[in-house]
């Protein structure tokens, strides 16, 4: 990432200052990073959207310089999580009923579910740009942790610095900042010389939002079911009372994106 990557970027992350022979063995390899001080996670609109434009950024780097890189991060690709999504429609059901979706709601995301496609353009993406790996130094803001960069569709960095819920960063997303967050992602775009449509780009994005956040509910419920049991204790995961702050925020995204998936027309945020 280092030697081939990061470079491309403007200084936005912590430098790497040295490290020890990549030919080393036994098991000792080393590296020093840049100290940037104090890491300030704050989640304010500006900070926001300046970290939007950034991602704007790296996206418009032609991929073909980051030829060999990883197709994929840890996380299923999100055709994979549409089958997911479809293969345990009973548990998603169930579990969306406990939580307030009536049948028809669902019965309406699951029939846009059946002809949803999504868009195979393929960018640098950081690959887990949650709200814990970006943060303030002083006034400049850093983006941390680049080893699950790969090359994925725009939308996800996007969804993840907006609606991507953390159990020990929470933040609060509204409506409104969603659609100034996504205008200042196509603002910055343009400026660089791509144009894009933006009621699909908002319709694409609200189906991406809700697809993603189903699947985070099937996920963070399994966390919250393991609580107490030696599973849970041996894997370290985290608290009940952070895990349903999670599900709350992943709710709210939901709830919210769902409009946008069922292409209500939302105006631009002066």
């Not at 030829?67 to 549409?82: C, D, H, S, T, Y």
């Not at 200042?184 to 809700?210: N, S």
């Not at 939901?254 to 998936?261: E, P, S, V």
Request: proline share 6%; with cysteine; aromatic share 8%.
């Amino acid at each position: 990432m280092y030697e081939h990557v990061l470079p491309a970027l403007s200084p936005i992350y912590p430098q790497l200052l040295a490290c020890s022979d990549t030919d080393a063995d036994g098991g000792g390899e080393w590296m020093v990073f840049e100290d940037l001080g104090p890491l300030h996670h704050l989640h304010a609109d500006e900070t926001l959207l300046q970290a939007v434009g950034l991602v704007a950024r790296w996206h418009a780097l032609p991929p073909g310089r980051f030829a060999g890189m990883p197709l994929r991060g840890p996380k299923p690709l999100i055709q994979e999580m549409v089958s997911e999504l479809h293969t345990r429609k009973p548990d998603m059901l169930e579990l969306c009923s406990s939580l307030g979706f009536s049948k028809q709601q669902m019965q309406r995301i699951y029939a846009q579910l059946e002809h949803l496609s999504f868009s195979h353009q393929l960018v640098l993406s950081h690959g887990d740009l949650h709200p814990g790996n970006y943060a303030l130094s002083g006034e400049r803001l850093r983006v941390l942790d680049w080893e699950h960069a790969h090359l994925n569709t725009p939308l996800w960095d996007v969804y993840h610095l907006i609606d991507m819920s953390h159990p020990l960063f929470p933040r609060r997303m509204t409506s409104e900042l969603r659609i100034r967050m996504l205008d200042t992602y196509l603002e910055q775009l343009e400026l660089l010389g791509i144009k894009g449509d933006r009621t699909a780009f908002i319709q694409e994005y609200g189906m991406f939002a809700v697809v993603f956040s189903l699947w985070m509910l099937l996920l963070i419920t399994s966390d919250l079911q393991r609580i107490g049991t030696e599973l849970h204790r041996n894997s370290d995961k985290w608290s009940k009372e952070q895990l349903e702050s999670q599900l709350d925020a992943t709710l709210a995204c939901l709830n919210q994106c769902t409009a946008m998936m069922d292409g209500v027309q939302v105006q631009p945020c002066k």
